[in-house]
Every structure is written in C-alpha cells, then in structure tokens.
C-alpha cells in the first residue's frame, strides 16, 4: 500500500486495527497521535532525506536546489529534507521547486530556466515521480545543460530504466537511493510458472496477461488494423516478455511474515496448546494485537532484521546508486549504503565526462587563510570574504580578534607570534659614533687630569682654582661615561645608574661653572664699591656652594626612586606600526619624556643661570681671568641644548625614535662637555705643556681695589691692554684674590685665565 491508501485506512477503518504497510514511506505515517495503529516494514522518507543529506554534505556541497512532484510523496520528502539539512547545518537551499500535477506547456523549461538563476548550485535534489524526472532531464538537455546539473534521486528513481532511457549523458553522474533490497528467486521462479491455466488466486492476472504480451484473449474485442494478436495460452513470462521483478516484493513478503509471526505469538499466549481462535481471541482486541506486532524481531526474507520503533518504523537501510557511462554502456553501480551513518565508496564515483573529482555546488568559494566569512543575511552558507587586517588574526571562519598588546598577526593572519625586541645595540651606527666621541672625550679628559695632577703646583693650575677644576673634570667625565650607560641593554641596574648619572654629570659641571661666573660676578661689583673682598670666595666656600647645587639633583633623584623604583620594561606602543611586520617591542628603561625634562632641567635652570651670569661678566677684560671663555662655553653649550630639543621631540612619531632620540642625547651631552674641556682646559693644558716659559710668577703688592680699578680704567681707556705680555694687571687681580684667603704679607703672580 501506498501512503495516500495507508492514510485513507487509518482515518476511515472502524476500532482498533493494526497494518503493516509494505510501500507506505510518508514521513507524517510516524506521527503515534494520529495513526497510532500503523506499522511498516519499510523505512520512512525521514531517513531517506537523511541519508540524502549525508550524500550532500559528505561531497562537500552545501548550496542545493530541490524539485518535488506536488503531492503527498514529493512535498514531504523535500521537507523533511529541508528540516534535515536545518538541523544539521552546512547546506542552504537555492531553489525549492514544484511541478504541477497538471504542468502545463513549457512548465519544465521554466523549472529548468528557475534552478539555472544561480550556477553555482548545481546540484539538484529531486523527489518526483519517474514521469516528472524524465521530463525534467528533457528539458535539461533541450538547453544544452549537459554535465551542468549534479542529480541527487529518492527511491522513486532508484535505480530506474524509464526516467533516463534516451537521455543518459544528461542523467550521468546522477546519485540515487533505493532502500535496501533483494531480488528474491523463489518469487522469480513462482511467478515465471505462471500461466492461464495455473493462476487460480489472482483475478487480476488475465488483465496482467494482455498487457504484457500486448495480445487479447477476447477474439471479439479484437479490431482490424489496431496490431493487437489474439493470445494463444502458449505465451511465457520471461521469455516471450521482458520481465524484472518489482523492487517492493521483498517488503511485502517481510509484511506478511511481520503479521504472521505477531498472530503467532499472540496465539501462543492467549490460547496455547489450542488450535484455532480461543475466546481470548474472538474477537482480537487490536491493542493487544498492536504490541505483539512491535515486538516483532525476526530475519527476513533477504536475511535482513525486520523490527520496528515506537513509532511503528521499519529500520533505515538504504543503497546508493550513481548512474555512470563506461565505454558507452550506461548503468546504475552501487556506490555505497547508509545504515544510520554513511558509507561511501568515493574511488567507485564518476562525474560526468568520466571525472573522479567530484564537481563542486557551493554558493562562496572558501575565504584564504586569514579571511573571514561575512555571512549573507538570511543564507548562512554564502559570505563574502573579509580580510583580518592591522592587528587581528583569524580567531574562527567567522570572526577576527585582535593579537595580545605584546603580539602580532603572522603573515597570513591566521594566528599571533611574539613582537620581535629590539634595542640600541653596540654594532649599531647609532651607537658607534656617540661611544666614539665619549671615548675620545674620555681619553682627552683623563689626559686634562693627569696634567693637572702632573702639575698640579704650577702657577697655572692653582690659579685655575684646583678644587673646582677637578670637580668640573669629574662633571666631563660622568657626561662621557653617560653614553655607555644609555647604549647598555636596560635593566633593573642600568636604568638605576641612568637616572642617577644622566643629570649628575651636567649639574656637576654646570653648578661648578655657576660657581665659578657667580664668584668673578660678585668680586667685581664688590670690587667697585669696596676694597674688601666678597664672602665666601675661598675655594672652601666654592666647594661648599657647588656641593650644595649638586646635592638638589641627588635629592632630586632620591625622592623619584622613592616615588617610582626603576624599572626596564619592554614598550609595545613606541614602535607599533599601521604594519604589524614593522612592529617593535623596545626594552627600554620607564624614563618617560616628561620625566626626561625634569631629570635634565635643573641642569638646563644651572646652564642658563651660568650664561645669565655669563652675560653679566662680559665686560670684564679677557685679560683678566676666564670670564670670557666661559660666556663662550655657555652660548655654545646653549646652541647645543636649543638644537637639541626640537630634534628630540620631533621625532617621536619616527620609526626610528629610540634610535634618533639616544643618539641625540647622548651626542648633545658629549658635546657640552667637550665645549667645556676644549675652551677652559685646552689652553691652559697647552701652556703648561708647551711653553713653560709662561708659566711663571711674579711679585705684585697692589691691593684689591687698586687691582680692580685699574682693570676697569684699562678696559675702558686702553683696549689694547689684552697685548700686553703675561697680562701684568690680569695677574695682579688673581694675585689679590688669592692672597685674601692666605697671608697678606706673601703674594703670587700666575698667568692663567682661571684665576678666580
């Protein structure tokens, strides 16, 4: 029974009556609600779509059209395959298609014309009747869409002649799906022996007969011209007749023998040991009936299991046919099966054209790596693709992330790798010119110091004021050595060290400069007014006053460790590019470009004081003391600083920043100091070094007012004064400044310009 007639009976049979259905595969017989009653031995079409789906999605096909005849068998099997496909995921429905009970004219050719809208679904699902499949593939082949279209055939194709018969190579390649079957030869042979004269059950089997011999066995019904013979009886089945055994005999067999065996043992129970109906059994009630037939568990007639579920449903158990052309010869091959889960033999497949790799029916091609799908609203299997760029990788086919603050994508996006670390390293020409020029400077004021100690009891040297000349030495120095500390790889001890001796080494030297235009600063003026000396001029004193300046950096820096203990750090951000394979961590040491200006600003508040004080002494006579090589050293030094500034800080948005910016400051420090070692000791080193001869004393009694006026008048009336040989009224200045300090009896004459 079909499941139109299967359905019929359950709604118009009178009580309780079970069926077993051989041929019933609607997938709504299963529903215990409303045919409660209904059993079968066949699998529903629920299965069949499953197994349908699994085909689509095991061929990678996830962009599908299906075609179904309008009625119960087509429309279910295309929903439940729609519902199928829904719960699985990965297959989206392109076209859904009806054919008419009545097509019209031209009805095909628009079916076929709706299911080419989108070429990219190329396969077809189709549950129709074999009418309706073979005018399909006609229309198909009239438009030259051979080898297009990839078929996927329910049972009503199955392995069929008639829907492609003249039309093979538009249906090669076609996948179909047949439950699990076996031709059985004991009905072969009973049914073969059959003649007229033996058939004594089937009152149809002499209409059975004209049919298939094409003959009537009325001579009246007989018309002249019509082709039709009268049949002899001597006619045989199988030889004078194609024959090819119905596919659906083995359910019915299985049927028959499902009921059988449930009566059997319901018999059993009810009435053993009885023969015939017991009163247990008259009438049978169909309820118990119903449950002796569920219970059923028993071997088939093709040695398949024959059970059934709560439902009343047979097992799914399907084989898979392709439809394939060798050597000119068309046939349906077995290319798998399907028992709860697919198996497929993929080498056994054939495409169209004799392909092996199977032909694609996808609605996007698959995003590259590094790509991610952007779903189409309202068809989760097409996108387009977008591309994880910047920072982000591909976290999933769907979504892109962005890397960790301390990683970068890969080249295809497709994951993250560690930000390469970078810092100024020795070999660099960034750092070998700055190490250059401090080493240099180095050398050239360890030479300064070793002359100065060599000759420490010179007139030249202890007019120069020994003790500030070493502290301002030691000042050079820490700004050469400064440079070395900025190019070391930065740790918890580098960076300590830098914070301390970056700033030291500039307030070392320019609180002892400071010290130095402030003393010549207040001895004139004072000079001008008095005779006596200014307080605190003594190099005790001067060293006091620069301590004293130096000691506000050190507490300073004291009060910054407290505050924020130093650190090195690795800065992701100060090289992070718009190209991540151009991003850089740099280990650097947490001195920010604020922290920065204050770390050096006290320094840059003493130069510019000493360059106040330096403008202030200006008129002082060159001939006199170094007032005037120190307004120079200033100026230079503050030209150094105002370059030095908009280089720095416009370079902060370079790739080459830390570069750029180390190099900078350590070059501007090394050249200040090297303003300050060539202009103040350099000349005084190549005196002592090369002429001797001048570095000699002299007797001189003037007081300190007599000293100072007469520099005042000279530098007023005799410009010329600077001509004059060992600078007499220069050393009688330096001569009295000394002298305060020491005994006012006993007074030297030295020529040096750092007398005061």
Request: aromatic share 10%; proline share 5%; glycine share 6%.
């Amino acid at each position: 029974m079909d499941s139109l007639t299967s359905r019929g009976l359950q709604e118009i049979t009178p009580g309780s009556i079970p069926q077993v259905s051989y041929a019933s595969t609607a997938p709504e017989l299963s529903d215990n609600t409303r045919y409660d009653f209904f059993s079968r031995v066949v699998p529903p079409d629920t299965y069949q779509a499953q197994a349908m789906v699994d085909i689509v999605r095991h061929m990678g096909w996830n962009y599908v059209s299906t075609v179904a005849s309008e009625g119960n068998y087509g429309e279910s099997g295309v929903d439940a395959f729609i519902q199928k496909s829904r719960e699985d995921g990965g297959v989206c429905i392109s076209q859904s298609v009806k054919i008419p009970r009545e097509p019209k004219v031209g009805e095909f050719d628009k079916i076929i014309h709706r299911l080419g809208e989108n070429p990219n679904a190329r396969v077809v699902i189709i549950f129709a009747n074999e009418d309706d499949i073979r005018r399909l593939l006609q229309a198909a082949k009239k438009v030259n869409l051979t080898g297009h279209f990839l078929w996927v055939g329910s049972d009503s194709w199955g392995s069929k002649i008639s829907p492609v018969l003249h039309q093979e190579e538009m249906a090669e390649g076609a996948v179909t799906i047949l439950p699990k079957r076996q031709s059985i030869k004991g009905f072969d042979r009973y049914f073969i022996s059959r003649t007229l004269e033996n058939n004594r059950r089937n009152i149809w089997f002499a209409e059975f007969w004209e049919n298939n011999f094409n003959c009537k066995l009325n001579r009246h019904a007989l018309k002249k011209g019509s082709g039709i013979k009268k049949c002899t009886n001597q006619e045989r089945i199988g030889k004078d007749s194609s024959y090819e055994q119905e596919g659906k005999v083995m359910f019915v067999i299985d049927a028959v023998y499902a009921m059988a065996h449930a009566l059997h043992n319901m018999h059993s129970d009810l009435c053993p040991g009885k023969v015939g109906l017991c009163s247990k059994m008259d009438p049978i009630d169909g309820s118990l009936l119903l449950k002796y037939i569920r219970d059923v568990k028993i071997t088939g007639i093709a040695g398949n299991p024959v059970q059934f579920n709560e439902n009343g449903d047979a097992p799914g158990r399907y084989d898979i046919y392709q439809y394939q052309i060798n050597n000119k010869t068309a046939e349906y091959k077995i290319i798998g099966h399907w028992t709860d889960q697919l198996n497929l033999n993929m080498p056994a497949m054939q495409w169209p054209g004799g392909a092996r790799q199977v032909p694609s029916s996808i609605c996007s091609q698959p995003c590259k790596p590094g790509w991610r799908k952007k779903i189409v609203k309202g068809i989760p299997c097409c996108w387009h693709c977008e591309r994880c760029d910047g920072y982000q990788y591909q976290a999933d086919a769907f979504t892109c992330k962005m890397c960790r603050f301390d990683m970068r994508p890969n080249k295809t996006h497709t994951g993250c790798q560690k930000i390469p670390i970078v810092q100024l390293e020795w070999s660099s020409p960034w750092a070998v010119i700055p190490v250059l020029i401090a080493i240099l400077g180095i050398m050239a004021t360890l030479f300064v110091v070793v002359t100065f100690v060599r000759y420490n009891d010179t007139p030249i040297v202890k007019a120069s004021g020994r003790e500030l000349s070493y502290v301002l030495l030691t000042g050079i120095f820490l700004c050469y050595a400064t440079t070395f500390l900025m190019i070391s790889t930065p740790g918890v001890g580098i960076c300590s060290l830098r914070r301390i001796f970056l700033g030291l080494g500039m307030s070392i030297s320019y609180a002892a400069l400071l010290t130095k235009t402030n003393r010549i600063y207040r001895i004139f003026e004072q000079g001008k007014m008095s005779v006596s000396a200014p307080r605190f001029i003594s190099p005790a004193s001067q060293l006091v006053i620069t301590f004293s300046l130096i000691s506000v950096q050190l507490l300073g820096v004291c009060i910054w460790f407290t505050v924020d203990p130093p650190q090195a750090f690795i800065d992701y951000e100060d090289q992070r590019m718009a190209n991540p394979e151009l991003a850089r961590g740099v280990l650097k040491c947490d001195i920010s470009d604020l922290s920065l200006i204050c770390l050096l600003g006290y320094s840059m508040l003493l130069m510019v004081t000493c360059t106040v004080y330096a403008i202030k002494t200006r008129g002082v006579p060159e001939t006199f003391n170094e007032a005037k090589p120190i307004g120079f050293t200033m100026y230079t030094t503050c030209i150094i600083w105002l370059a030095f500034i908009p280089i720095f800080f416009g370079t902060s948005q370079s790739t080459e920043k830390m570069y750029i910016q180390t190099t900078t400051l350590t070059i501007s420090v090394s050249l200040s100091a090297s303003v300050s070692l060539g202009m103040l000791y350099m000349p005084k080193v190549y005196v002592v070094l090369l002429h001797p001869e001048q570095n000699v004393a002299k007797r001189n009694t003037r007081s300190l007012k007599a000293v100072v006026t007469a520099a005042t008048m000279s530098n007023k009336f005799n410009p010329k004064v600077s001509l004059r040989p060992n600078g007499e009224a220069k050393t009688e200045l330096c001569e009295n400044l000394e002298t305060q300090g020491l005994s006012p009896k006993q007074t030297y004459i030295s020529y040096s310009n750092h007398a005061i």
